[in-house]
């Protein structure tokens, strides 16, 4: 089964607004990673927080790690229509080289 | 720098056949992974090869392999293709492959008939 689940499966905005999605994971990690896909496109990488970061900020992008809860949110602020994709959490666990666990994704749709 | 690119972009093949998938890495990349995309079970592992060798492999049937050549480009090979074999593929690159950003290539869409 996937390791991360994210909530909401899918989030409908206006522009302007902050989206905010949340990920759960179920086992120890390196780092969680956050993903953007374009319509059926590569993945873009976005941020990575690691296992003893709590907060990361990148430009619009705020992350949130809780090692405790086993849980990462991200949030952007301002959003805009171009911001319309699905945002992936991704894990990296220990000892699992280049293998990342994916979640399901979140489809954020921004409203011009 | 160049991006990760695969080749080829789009594939049609019908049930039965074989197909090899191409991936090139970002230089000076040594780490590739493969993931495939469905709808239905998300994003998924596939295999992770490091200067030449298998290091990580997903819960896939043996018809699906790969391989990783000297200079660090990669092929992965699925034989006898199933209609369930439809997705888009992914290859990802880093430098070593450990707690590194991947950098994902465009997919290649494959569709089996």
């Known amino acids: 089964s996937q390791q991360g689940e994210e909530d909401p499966q899918a989030l409908s905005i206006q522009e302007g607004e902050n989206a905010t999605m949340n990920c759960s994971y179920k086992?120890?990690?390196?780092?969680l990673q956050w993903y953007r896909q374009n319509s059926g496109r590569g993945l873009v990488h976005l941020i990575l927080?690691?296992?003893?970061?709590r907060e990361k900020h990148s430009g619009r992008l705020r992350v949130t790690l809780d090692t405790s809860k086993k849980s990462s949110s991200l949030l952007i602020t301002a959003s805009r229509a171009a911001d319309t994709a699905s945002y992936f959490c991704?894990?990296?666990?220990?000892?699992?080289?280049?293998?990342?666990?994916f979640g399901q994704g979140t489809e954020l749709s921004v409203k011009p | 720098k160049a991006g990760v690119t695969q080749t080829p972009r789009y594939l049609i093949k019908t049930r039965g056949q074989q197909v090899t998938l191409s991936c090139s890495p970002i230089?000076?990349?040594?780490?590739v992974s493969w993931y495939q995309q469905t709808p239905g079970q998300g994003l998924q592992f596939l295999f992770e090869?490091?200067?030449?060798?298998?290091?990580n492999k997903g819960n896939f049937p043996g018809r699906f392999s790969g391989r990783q050549f000297s200079n660090s480009r990669s092929e992965m090979n699925v034989s006898t293709l199933e209609l369930g074999d439809s997705a888009l593929y992914l290859c990802?690159?880093?430098?070593?492959?450990?707690?590194?950003?991947?950098?994902f290539g465009p997919g290649t869409r494959l569709l089996v008939l």
């Open positions: 991704a894990t990296d666990l220990y000892n699992q080289g280049g293998k990342l666990i």
């Open positions: 086992t120890s990690i390196n780092n």
């Open positions: 927080i690691r296992s003893n970061e």
């Open positions: 230089s000076g990349h040594r780490s």
């Open positions: 090869y490091f200067s030449e060798t298998q290091r």
């Open positions: 990802a690159s880093n430098l070593a492959g450990n707690q590194e950003t991947q950098y």
